[in-house]
């Protein structure tokens, strides 16, 4: 894999302060270790864009100082959530003529018969461990899985790796697999005598209305005796009137009797006194 190449320069002043100058200038802060001293160096923004369209550990990159040529790999980054830019980097120099080891990319292609049978592609690992010397670095490994038949896996074992890359992971773990979809469980249809909930709610609602309905009609049937009762008693009370206006007609008829009797008697008194 041909390296990249980068111009980058020392840095003395670090810091919050002086990194946040070199971002507004158009500089990265980065830092070199390995085997050697650490370096703190800057890295020119556009010129990492340009030869970075993608971070990977496995780049191997020539850095270009006053001094000399480094070669390292991009062990780590940290970037700007909000505007996507790169604000700080790790670069790690490892030592000539002996293996190192990093990740590299795995890249599926093809389409698997066993998902034109109706299966789904699982892919379990996007990256595989390796040891190699820097010169034997793959950029990415590549897999076809175009045979890849239904209910089957790839495994690490099965992958074509160059001479001299190792690899570090279990042999036995899953790369991808064609798995077979899960069938969608159907509706059970409702026992005779059983009712769907939505029945249910409405048999409920029914019956909720028919006993509203018979409660307001025996509310009008209380109201109708109440009413009947209460003419019942008014008229009562006048038949009782009217006896006790009768009682007193009766009385006052007996005592003017009674006063004109009197009356006659006196005058028979009279004529009697008047003969003598």
């Keep these: 894999m041909e390296p990249k190449k980068l111009n980058v320069q020392l840095r003395t ?3 919050k302060s002086a990194s946040g100058r070199l971002r507004r200038g158009g500089k990265i802060p980065a830092v070199v270790y390995g085997h050697t001293e650490p370096l703190a160096i800057t ?10 369209r993608r ?12 001094e000399g040529v480094h070669e390292v790999l991009v062990k780590d980054y940290q970037q700007n959530h909000l505007s996507g830019q790169i604000v700080h980097l790790d670069f790690y120099e490892f030592e000539k003529g002996k293996s190192l080891k ?34 034997d670095l793959p950029e990415v490994i590549t897999l076809d899985i175009s045979n890849l038949a239904l209910n089957h896996s790839i495994h690490v ?23 077979i979809r899960k069938a969608e469980e159907e509706p059970k249809p409702a026992a005779e005598g059983e009712l769907v909930e939505g029945e249910l709610a409405e048999g409920a609602v029914a019956e909720g209305e028919a006993a509203e309905g018979e ?19 008014a008229a009562a009370k ?34 009697r006194d008047r003969e003598k």
């Design 13 to 15: 002043d670090q810091g």
């Design 43 to 52: 890295v020119d923004a556009h010129e990492f864009r340009t030869a970075f």
């Design 55 to 66: 971070i990977t550990e496995n780049t191997v990159v020539q850095l270009t100082m006053p």
């Design 102 to 135: 990093t990740r590299v990319p795995v890249q599926l292609t093809g389409a698997p018969v066993g998902v034109k049978e109706g299966g789904i592609l699982e892919t379990l690992m996007h990256d595989l461990e390796v040891e190699c010397l820097p010169k």
């Design 157 to 179: 074992r099965d992958l074509l790796l160059a001479e001299g890359v190792k690899a570090l992971n279990s042999l036995e773990q899953v790369v991808c697999v064609v798995a």
């Design 215 to 233: 409660a307001a009609e025996g509310e009008a049937a209380e109201g109708a005796v109440a009413k009947g009762a209460v003419a019942k008693g």
């Design 238 to 271: 006048g038949e009782a009137a009217k006896g006790e206006a009768a009682k007193g007609g009766a009385a006052k008829g007996g005592a003017a009797k009674g006063a004109a009797a009197e009356g006659g008697e006196k005058k028979r008194k009279g004529g």
